[in-house]
């Protein structure tokens, strides 16, 4: 066959459109394989996003329950303890509410200090007069508190077990009026005070009132007892 009857045949025509065919089906390949590529990268990026969430989650984690074996060491493991640790919460706020005070004085004397010299000799002349004309207070010795070493989160589990330790018996409380309906303070103080020791009379009777103040109880006065029954809200 010569060239001019191959070219008259029409095989160049069949050639082009063969190559044309083979491009657009390895284009669409192509795209197909971009396509892909792109899908699994993103699956990765995510895979690798969720990775580090989780690693940072199982972190967090370990965290925690380190440290609720540190709460866990510290948790009261008997009515004794509970009551010691209500007793001590009580027995430190008459001292904590003295510094208090005490700071307060101290911050109102500053903002009344002045710079003038003859204001500070006016001030002298006065507590001279005061002191004349008025007893000297009784000094008291200071209270020594004795503070546990340790660190801020000891610290902080320590005050948390108190709240609850004390939230433990406003709850009991609260369980025993829903039961009886109307049951007396003594009978309170008998079934949490003397059967179960959780706490002393003292710091049972603050937190009689504590419960009055946040409106958990309301008070029935037969005339002779106290009764205790579960504020209405």
């Known amino acids: ?41 993103q699956q990765n990026k995510q895979l690798s996003d969720e990775n580090a969430a989780l690693r940072r989650l199982t972190e967090e984690q370990k965290l925690a329950v380190n440290e609720l074996k540190v709460i866990v060491t ?24 003295r510094i208090r005070h005490i700071e307060q004085k101290l911050e109102l004397l500053e903002m009344r200090q002045k710079p003038s010299p003859l204001v500070e000799h006016h001030a002298s002349v006065q507590t001279v007069q005061q002191a004349s004309s008025h007893p000297a207070p009784i000094q008291h010795a200071p209270v020594h508190i004795p503070v546990e070493k340790g660190s801020s989160l000891r610290e902080k589990l320590m005050r948390k077990i108190a709240r609850n330790s004390k939230e433990y018996v406003k709850n009991l409380v609260m369980g025993l009026v829903h039961k009886y309906s109307r049951i007396g303070a003594l009978q309170l103080r008998e079934m949490i ?10 710091s049972f009777y603050r937190i009689l009132e504590e419960m009055e103040d946040e409106n958990k109880l309301n008070v029935v006065s037969d005339g002779k007892h106290t009764i205790y029954v579960a504020a209405q809200h």
């Open 193 to 202: 005070v003397e059967e179960q020791g959780l706490c002393s009379k003292s």
């Open 1 to 41: 066959m010569s060239v001019l009857d191959f070219l008259s045949g029409g095989k160049i025509q069949e050639i082009e459109q063969n190559v044309s065919s083979s491009f657009t089906k390895v284009k669409q390949d192509t795209d197909a394989l971009y396509q892909w590529v792109s899908f699994l990268y």
């Open 74 to 97: 510290h948790v009261p493991k008997s009515a004794a303890e509970i009551k010691q640790i209500v007793d001590a919460h009580y027995s430190f706020e008459p001292v904590i509410s």
